[in-house]
């Protein structure tokens, strides 16, 4: 798969709690950061506080290759209980130009939750990479006989990512049995 197709990937579980507390968790941005290899940190910008359509976050990563930058992320989905939906701005355009807007995003990130037909709930991450310029660009452009390989490996470090982060909500939701 070639990056200017948008490439995605997803990873899925069920959770043994009720959606409702499944939410409370996977909507708690900030919190993603205990469990997420890459996101070590998330400020709220122009006075928001949550998530909520629009409202927009840095998130401060780190990346054992890439070294550490921040990105904005801007809600563009906010379904309260089942979709919260995020674009990934290059804001310092460290991979290439600064964005104008979502259109240049580096991904798009997404967690659906749903009744589990045997209880419980199924929560869904998956992301899409691109079509703005990110990390994986200067490394295609310097090898572009491999650019199918790069994007494949990034697609399955971004899965471990994910399954880190499911695992975390899984494990918190399932751990609370507050009444």
Not at 95 to 110: I, N
Request: net charge negative; proline share 7%; with cysteine.
């Amino acid at each position: 798969m070639r990056y200017a197709d948008q490439p995605a990937t997803h990873r899925e579980v069920r959770v043994a709690a009720d959606p409702a507390r499944v939410w409370e968790i996977a909507a708690d941005v900030p919190a993603m950061t205990r469990w997420s290899p890459e996101l070590e940190r998330v400020e709220w910008c122009d006075g928001a506080t949550g998530p909520a359509l629009g409202a927009r976050y840095t998130g401060h990563n780190r990346h054992p290759v890439n070294g550490e930058w921040r990105t904005v992320s801007e809600i563009t989905e906010y379904v309260p209980g089942r979709t919260l939906t995020w674009c990934v701005l290059d804001i310092d355009g460290r991979f290439g130009k600064a964005p104008d807007g979502s259109a240049s995003r580096m991904a798009t990130w997404s967690f659906a939750l749903s009744p589990a037909p045997e209880g419980g709930t199924m929560l869904r991450q998956s992301v899409t990479i691109g079509p703005g310029r990110s990390g994986l660009s200067a490394y295609i452009e310097q090898h572009p006989e491999r650019e199918e390989a790069i994007v494949a490996f990034r697609l399955d470090e971004l899965g471990k990512g994910m399954e880190a982060t499911l695992g975390g909500i899984k494990e918190t939701a399932e751990g609370d049995r507050r009444p």
